[in-house]
Protein backbone atom coordinates (compact mmCIF):
# COMPACT_ATOMS: atom_id res chain seq x y z
CA UNK A 1 0.00 0.00 0.00
CA UNK A 2 0.90 3.21 -0.54
CA UNK A 3 2.06 5.72 2.73
CA UNK A 4 -0.23 8.51 1.48
CA UNK A 5 -2.42 9.40 -1.68
CA UNK A 6 -3.11 12.68 -3.01
CA UNK A 7 -6.71 13.37 -3.77
CA UNK A 8 -7.05 16.43 -6.01
CA UNK A 9 -11.07 17.64 -6.24
CA UNK A 10 -11.88 20.49 -8.75
CA UNK A 11 -14.51 22.24 -7.09
CA UNK A 12 -17.57 23.06 -9.08
CA UNK A 13 -20.06 25.39 -8.11
CA UNK A 14 -23.13 26.71 -10.07
CA UNK A 15 -23.90 30.35 -9.99
CA UNK A 16 -26.97 30.40 -7.75
CA UNK A 17 -25.75 28.47 -5.43
CA UNK A 18 -22.77 30.81 -4.95
CA UNK A 19 -25.21 34.00 -4.58
CA UNK A 20 -27.07 31.43 -1.69
CA UNK A 21 -23.74 30.81 -0.01
CA UNK A 22 -22.84 34.28 -0.12
CA UNK A 23 -26.13 35.54 1.35
CA UNK A 24 -26.20 32.85 4.41
CA UNK A 25 -22.60 34.14 4.69
CA UNK A 26 -23.69 37.86 4.95
CA UNK A 27 -26.35 36.92 7.28
CA UNK A 28 -24.52 34.90 9.58
CA UNK A 29 -21.54 37.85 10.01
CA UNK A 30 -25.00 40.53 10.10
CA UNK A 31 -26.22 38.68 13.70
CA UNK A 32 -22.74 38.31 14.40
CA UNK A 33 -22.48 41.99 14.66
CA UNK A 34 -25.63 42.41 15.91
CA UNK A 35 -25.23 40.26 19.14
CA UNK A 36 -21.52 41.88 19.43
CA UNK A 37 -23.22 45.25 19.29
CA UNK A 38 -25.57 44.90 21.41
CA UNK A 39 -23.56 43.09 24.35
CA UNK A 40 -21.34 46.37 23.60
CA UNK A 41 -24.08 48.11 24.67
CA UNK A 42 -25.12 46.19 27.42
CA UNK A 43 -21.65 46.40 28.70
CA UNK A 44 -21.10 49.60 28.85
CA UNK A 45 -25.23 50.38 29.56
CA UNK A 46 -23.89 48.32 32.78
CA UNK A 47 -20.87 50.14 33.31
CA UNK A 48 -23.11 53.46 33.65
CA UNK A 49 -25.35 51.56 35.82
CA UNK A 50 -22.44 50.78 38.16
CA UNK A 51 -20.94 54.31 37.83
CA UNK A 52 -23.99 55.93 38.57
CA UNK A 53 -24.77 53.45 41.43
CA UNK A 54 -21.36 53.83 42.86
CA UNK A 55 -21.71 57.57 42.33
CA UNK A 56 -25.20 57.68 44.12
CA UNK A 57 -23.51 55.67 46.98
CA UNK A 58 -20.99 58.39 47.10
CA UNK A 59 -23.82 60.73 47.52
CA UNK A 60 -25.67 58.67 50.28
CA UNK A 61 -22.42 57.87 52.12
CA UNK A 62 -21.16 61.92 52.09
CA UNK A 63 -24.98 63.13 53.06
CA UNK A 64 -25.00 60.06 56.01
CA UNK A 65 -21.54 61.17 57.47
CA UNK A 66 -22.60 62.81 60.45
CA UNK A 67 -20.50 66.35 61.36
CA UNK A 68 -21.84 65.84 65.00
CA UNK A 69 -18.56 66.14 66.94
CA UNK A 70 -17.90 69.50 65.27
CA UNK A 71 -21.31 70.93 65.29
CA UNK A 72 -21.12 69.81 69.26
CA UNK A 73 -17.86 71.15 69.75
CA UNK A 74 -19.05 74.38 67.90
CA UNK A 75 -22.23 74.80 69.81
CA UNK A 76 -20.11 74.65 73.33
CA UNK A 77 -17.79 76.92 71.76
CA UNK A 78 -20.06 79.90 70.56
CA UNK A 79 -22.61 79.52 74.07
CA UNK A 80 -19.54 79.23 76.28
CA UNK A 81 -17.98 82.52 74.57
CA UNK A 82 -21.38 84.34 74.42
CA UNK A 83 -21.37 83.76 78.52
CA UNK A 84 -18.17 84.38 79.15
CA UNK A 85 -18.99 87.97 77.56
CA UNK A 86 -22.31 88.32 78.99
CA UNK A 87 -20.93 87.89 82.44
CA UNK A 88 -17.55 90.07 81.98
CA UNK A 89 -20.22 93.06 80.91
CA UNK A 90 -22.23 92.43 83.97
CA UNK A 91 -19.58 92.68 86.36
CA UNK A 92 -17.68 95.86 84.73
CA UNK A 93 -21.58 96.75 84.69
CA UNK A 94 -21.61 98.13 81.27
CA UNK A 95 -24.32 96.82 78.44
CA UNK A 96 -23.30 93.59 76.94
CA UNK A 97 -23.15 95.10 72.97
CA UNK A 98 -20.75 97.55 74.36
CA UNK A 99 -18.27 95.03 75.99
CA UNK A 100 -18.70 92.56 72.78
CA UNK A 101 -17.80 95.07 70.71
CA UNK A 102 -14.83 96.02 72.59
CA UNK A 103 -13.76 92.67 72.64
CA UNK A 104 -14.28 92.84 68.60
CA UNK A 105 -12.29 95.60 68.68
CA UNK A 106 -9.45 94.46 70.67
CA UNK A 107 -9.94 91.06 68.48
CA UNK A 108 -8.74 93.00 65.62
CA UNK A 109 -5.01 93.80 67.10
CA UNK A 110 -5.00 90.05 68.88
CA UNK A 111 -5.39 91.29 72.23
CA UNK A 112 -8.10 90.55 75.13
CA UNK A 113 -9.05 93.80 76.62
CA UNK A 114 -10.70 91.74 80.05
CA UNK A 115 -7.32 92.37 81.97
CA UNK A 116 -6.71 95.71 80.64
CA UNK A 117 -10.29 96.67 81.41
CA UNK A 118 -10.38 95.45 85.19
CA UNK A 119 -6.88 97.69 85.38
CA UNK A 120 -8.29 100.08 83.97
CA UNK A 121 -11.23 100.40 86.28
CA UNK A 122 -9.32 99.86 89.09
CA UNK A 123 -7.03 102.78 88.40
CA UNK A 124 -10.49 104.61 87.64
CA UNK A 125 -11.33 104.21 91.24
CA UNK A 126 -7.97 105.22 92.78
CA UNK A 127 -8.50 108.62 90.62
CA UNK A 128 -11.84 109.29 91.90
CA UNK A 129 -10.27 108.70 95.71
CA UNK A 130 -7.95 111.08 94.68
CA UNK A 131 -9.86 113.92 93.93
CA UNK A 132 -11.76 113.08 97.20
CA UNK A 133 -8.66 113.55 99.28
CA UNK A 134 -6.76 110.64 99.23
CA UNK A 135 -3.37 111.77 97.78
CA UNK A 136 -1.97 108.12 98.28
CA UNK A 137 -3.60 107.32 95.27
CA UNK A 138 -2.94 107.80 91.37
CA UNK A 139 -4.15 110.66 89.34
CA UNK A 140 -3.36 109.27 86.51
CA UNK A 141 -6.97 109.30 85.04
CA UNK A 142 -8.82 111.84 86.91
CA UNK A 143 -9.49 113.50 83.68
CA UNK A 144 -11.94 110.51 82.45
CA UNK A 145 -13.81 110.49 85.52
CA UNK A 146 -16.83 112.44 84.00
CA UNK A 147 -17.57 109.30 81.86
CA UNK A 148 -20.20 107.32 83.36
CA UNK A 149 -19.46 104.08 80.96
CA UNK A 150 -16.57 101.93 81.70
CA UNK A 151 -16.43 101.51 77.76
CA UNK A 152 -16.61 104.85 77.01
CA UNK A 153 -14.27 105.71 79.66
CA UNK A 154 -12.00 103.57 77.82
CA UNK A 155 -12.35 104.41 74.34
CA UNK A 156 -11.52 108.23 75.48
CA UNK A 157 -8.58 107.39 76.58
CA UNK A 158 -7.51 105.45 74.08
CA UNK A 159 -8.33 108.32 71.80
CA UNK A 160 -5.85 110.50 74.48
CA UNK A 161 -3.16 108.10 73.68
CA UNK A 162 -3.47 107.92 69.94
CA UNK A 163 -2.87 111.83 70.00
CA UNK A 164 0.35 111.37 71.70
CA UNK A 165 3.78 110.46 70.32
CA UNK A 166 5.48 107.05 70.72
CA UNK A 167 7.77 107.62 74.12
CA UNK A 168 4.98 110.01 75.72
CA UNK A 169 2.58 107.43 75.21
CA UNK A 170 4.63 104.58 76.18
CA UNK A 171 4.97 106.45 79.92
CA UNK A 172 1.76 107.73 80.30
CA UNK A 173 -0.20 103.89 79.35
CA UNK A 174 2.77 102.15 81.86
CA UNK A 175 1.42 104.74 84.35
CA UNK A 176 -2.23 103.16 84.31
CA UNK A 177 -1.31 99.54 82.79
CA UNK A 178 2.11 99.20 83.97
CA UNK A 179 5.16 97.83 81.85
CA UNK A 180 3.83 94.54 80.90
CA UNK A 181 0.56 95.10 80.02
CA UNK A 182 1.72 98.65 77.94
CA UNK A 183 3.32 96.46 75.23
CA UNK A 184 0.42 94.51 74.83
CA UNK A 185 -1.80 97.74 74.75
CA UNK A 186 0.65 99.58 72.59
CA UNK A 187 -1.08 98.35 69.06
CA UNK A 188 -4.85 99.07 70.24
CA UNK A 189 -3.55 102.57 71.78
CA UNK A 190 -2.70 103.13 67.48
CA UNK A 191 -5.54 102.68 66.13
CA UNK A 192 -5.66 105.76 64.28
CA UNK A 193 -9.74 105.69 64.16
CA UNK A 194 -11.36 103.68 67.21
CA UNK A 195 -14.84 105.05 65.98
CA UNK A 196 -14.15 103.57 62.23
CA UNK A 197 -12.52 100.59 63.30
CA UNK A 198 -16.27 99.56 65.93
CA UNK A 199 -17.76 99.66 62.55
CA UNK A 200 -15.59 97.66 60.73
CA UNK A 201 -15.53 94.60 63.22
CA UNK A 202 -19.54 94.17 63.14
CA UNK A 203 -21.38 92.63 60.15
CA UNK A 204 -23.32 94.99 57.85
CA UNK A 205 -26.88 96.05 59.85
CA UNK A 206 -25.75 94.79 63.52
CA UNK A 207 -26.39 97.55 65.83
CA UNK A 208 -24.03 97.60 69.18
CA UNK A 209 -27.42 96.76 70.45
CA UNK A 210 -28.40 93.62 68.33
CA UNK A 211 -24.86 92.46 69.28
CA UNK A 212 -25.45 92.29 73.32
CA UNK A 213 -29.46 90.68 72.54
CA UNK A 214 -27.64 88.46 70.61
CA UNK A 215 -24.38 87.79 72.90
CA UNK A 216 -27.35 87.33 76.01
CA UNK A 217 -29.42 85.01 74.10
CA UNK A 218 -26.55 82.63 73.13
CA UNK A 219 -25.52 83.37 77.41
CA UNK A 220 -29.10 82.28 78.53
CA UNK A 221 -28.91 78.93 76.46
CA UNK A 222 -25.45 78.27 77.84
CA UNK A 223 -27.32 78.63 81.33
CA UNK A 224 -29.99 76.10 79.85
CA UNK A 225 -27.00 73.63 78.89
CA UNK A 226 -24.91 73.96 82.11
CA UNK A 227 -28.26 73.00 83.78
CA UNK A 228 -28.01 69.99 81.70
CA UNK A 229 -25.01 69.00 82.28
CA UNK A 230 -25.25 69.13 86.11
CA UNK A 231 -28.55 67.21 85.64
CA UNK A 232 -26.15 64.32 83.95
CA UNK A 233 -23.58 64.42 85.76
CA UNK A 234 -26.20 63.69 88.98
CA UNK A 235 -27.34 60.70 87.44
CA UNK A 236 -23.79 59.42 86.04
CA UNK A 237 -23.30 59.28 90.39
CA UNK A 238 -26.14 57.28 90.87
CA UNK A 239 -25.73 55.01 87.72
CA UNK A 240 -22.02 55.27 88.41
CA UNK A 241 -22.48 53.64 92.10
CA UNK A 242 -24.46 50.71 90.66
CA UNK A 243 -21.70 49.50 88.12
CA UNK A 244 -18.72 50.25 90.06
CA UNK A 245 -18.37 47.97 92.57
CA UNK A 246 -15.11 46.60 95.05
CA UNK A 247 -14.10 44.19 92.01
CA UNK A 248 -14.11 47.28 89.62
CA UNK A 249 -11.22 49.11 92.19
CA UNK A 250 -9.45 45.67 92.51
CA UNK A 251 -9.35 45.23 88.26
CA UNK A 252 -8.14 49.16 87.94
CA UNK A 253 -5.31 48.60 90.62
CA UNK A 254 -4.35 45.19 88.67
CA UNK A 255 -4.27 47.37 85.26
CA UNK A 256 -2.06 49.76 86.61
CA UNK A 257 0.38 47.52 88.16
CA UNK A 258 0.54 45.64 84.94
CA UNK A 259 0.89 49.26 82.98
CA UNK A 260 3.60 50.04 86.06
CA UNK A 261 5.49 46.65 85.14
CA UNK A 262 5.66 47.73 80.93
CA UNK A 263 6.64 50.72 82.49
CA UNK A 264 9.84 49.33 84.10
CA UNK A 265 10.44 47.11 81.68
CA UNK A 266 10.75 49.44 79.09
CA UNK A 267 13.13 51.22 81.46
CA UNK A 268 15.40 48.26 81.29
CA UNK A 269 15.14 48.34 77.27
CA UNK A 270 15.90 52.17 77.10
CA UNK A 271 18.97 52.05 74.27
CA UNK A 272 17.25 49.30 72.44
CA UNK A 273 13.68 51.33 72.02
CA UNK A 274 15.98 55.00 71.64
CA UNK A 275 18.19 53.12 68.77
CA UNK A 276 14.47 52.06 67.16
CA UNK A 277 13.28 55.79 67.81
CA UNK A 278 16.28 56.92 65.66
CA UNK A 279 15.78 54.68 62.98
CA UNK A 280 12.49 55.32 62.78
CA UNK A 281 13.07 59.39 62.80
CA UNK A 282 15.53 58.86 59.77
CA UNK A 283 13.17 56.64 57.75
CA UNK A 284 10.80 59.58 58.59
CA UNK A 285 13.09 62.11 57.50
CA UNK A 286 13.30 60.44 54.11
CA UNK A 287 9.99 60.02 53.94
CA UNK A 288 9.15 63.68 54.35
CA UNK A 289 11.43 64.25 51.02
CA UNK A 290 9.67 61.72 48.77
CA UNK A 291 5.94 63.35 50.45
CA UNK A 292 7.53 66.98 49.30
CA UNK A 293 8.51 65.78 46.28
CA UNK A 294 5.42 63.88 45.35
CA UNK A 295 3.05 66.61 46.52
CA UNK A 296 4.82 69.42 44.02
CA UNK A 297 4.61 66.89 41.32
CA UNK A 298 0.91 66.07 42.28
CA UNK A 299 -0.37 69.37 43.24
CA UNK A 300 -1.27 70.74 40.58
CA UNK A 301 -4.08 67.46 39.35
CA UNK A 302 -5.01 67.82 43.05
CA UNK A 303 -6.30 71.59 42.71
CA UNK A 304 -8.13 70.44 39.51
CA UNK A 305 -9.63 67.41 41.23
CA UNK A 306 -10.78 70.13 44.29
CA UNK A 307 -11.87 72.73 41.78
CA UNK A 308 -14.49 69.59 40.17
CA UNK A 309 -15.58 68.54 43.07
CA UNK A 310 -16.49 72.09 44.11
CA UNK A 311 -18.24 72.19 40.68
CA UNK A 312 -20.50 68.99 41.20
CA UNK A 313 -21.44 70.17 44.71
CA UNK A 314 -22.74 73.60 43.61
CA UNK A 315 -24.20 71.67 40.49
CA UNK A 316 -26.06 69.49 42.97
CA UNK A 317 -27.08 72.32 45.37
CA UNK A 318 -28.52 74.17 42.63
CA UNK A 319 -30.57 70.82 41.53
CA UNK A 320 -31.52 70.48 44.57
CA UNK A 321 -33.38 73.99 44.89
CA UNK A 322 -35.15 73.63 42.03
CA UNK A 323 -37.07 70.39 43.46
CA UNK A 324 -40.50 71.62 44.19
CA UNK A 325 -40.76 71.90 47.96
CA UNK A 326 -37.48 71.88 48.66
CA UNK A 327 -36.07 75.28 49.50
CA UNK A 328 -32.78 74.85 52.15
CA UNK A 329 -30.28 77.31 52.84
CA UNK A 330 -27.34 76.31 51.86
Avoid: C, H
Avoid at 277 to 302: H, K, N, V, W, Y
Amino acid sequence: MADKYTIQIQPQIGASDALKMEQDLNRRFSNVAKKFGSNLGNTIKGAAKIGLAAAAAGVVATIATNPFEKINENLNNITAKADEIATRANQFGVATGKFAELQLVAQSVGLDTTMALQQFQDMLQEARLFRAGDTTKSSALVNFLNEKDLVDAFYAFAKSMNNLQGDQRSVEVSKVFGNKLEAKLSEFFQIPDLAARRRQVKAKGVTTQKLGKSVESLAAKEDIQAVNRAKLESELFVRGARAITNGTMNAQAQQKRQEMLREVSQLSQFEIFANLATTQERMATSIDGIRADLTALLLPLLQRIVDGIEWAVNWIRSKVKQVKGWGPSW
